[in-house]
């Protein structure tokens, strides 16, 4: 099944990249995503989204690594926000 | 209530006469307003920008004014975030309150900051001396929203 990866602030600087189109097995969770992606993309991309302060959201929703993704989610990797 | 993400600067004056006409039981607004600094941990800082997740950081500052809607007396509040480059001097953020009292405006006025700091996705990037760097959660301002947190 097909979803959208986006990568914020420092997550896209470090992996020179803001996302990607990416494809994944039917009812793959977030950590399976992230290792599929370090298995596509590179380990640099497993390592730095295996780090413990990452942050993920689905379709703007935060979750955590065993969040079950499906058909056309996007799924948003970022640090810890610093706004205000 | 009122969402602005913009790059554009506000006018706070304008907003807080903005909180206080939404009706005639408004008897306290109280606003913060957030600056940049010229200097951070002993680095003095040329610019910062400020990236976010457009859509999801709207939905979370909503979140976060419909808490402070359900835990105190809020007539009507406001959050306004600027993003991109930014220069010392100038205002990053307004948050706004109006309620029929003074106690319900301070507070939910600094609830509303302390977890826009901790659950809104902004990131500030500094540009300092030795170049750029992205800027790191504060244990203060973690331990600031800590303090709203309910017994569940």
């Known amino acids: 099944m097909n979803i959208k990866i986006v990568l914020f602030a420092s997550l896209r600087e470090t992996l020179d990249s803001d996302g990607l189109a990416f494809e994944v097995a039917p009812a793959s969770t977030v950590a399976s995503a992230i290792g599929a992606l370090g298995a596509s993309c590179g380990d640099a991309w497993l390592q730095v989204l295996s780090e413990a302060n990452v942050l993920t959201a689905v379709n703007h ?13 996007e799924l948003a990797f970022f640090p810890p926000v610093t706004g205000g | 209530m009122r969402i602005c ?8 004056g ?25 200097n951070n941990e002993d680095t003095h800082v040329g610019s910062l920008f400020l990236e976010h997740y457009p859509g999801m950081t709207e939905k979370q500052i909503e979140a976060i004014l419909v808490e402070a809607e359900q835990r105190w007396a809020v007539l009507s509040a406001t959050v306004i975030h600027r993003v991109g480059e930014l220069k010392p001097g100038e205002q990053i953020v307004f948050v706004g309150v109006a309620s029929p009292h003074r106690g319900d405006a301070f507070d939910a006025c600094e609830f509303i900051i302390d977890y826009l700091k901790t659950r809104a996705t902004f990131w500030k ?18 331990e600031s929203a800590d303090k709203w947190k309910q017994p569940t």
Request: aromatic share 8%; net charge negative.
């Open chain 2, 5 to 12: 993400v913009q790059t554009e600067d506000f006018d706070s």
């Open chain 2, 14 to 38: 304008a907003e807080i006469i903005r909180l206080a006409g939404q009706s005639n039981g408004v008897g306290a607004v109280n606003s913060f307003v957030g600056f940049v600094r010229d």
């Open chain 1, 61 to 73: 929703t935060m979750v955590d690594d065993n969040h079950v993704l499906v058909e056309g989610d």
């Open chain 2, 125 to 142: 990037k500094e540009s300092t001396p030795d170049g750029f760097r992205w800027l790191e959660t504060r244990q203060t301002d973690v």
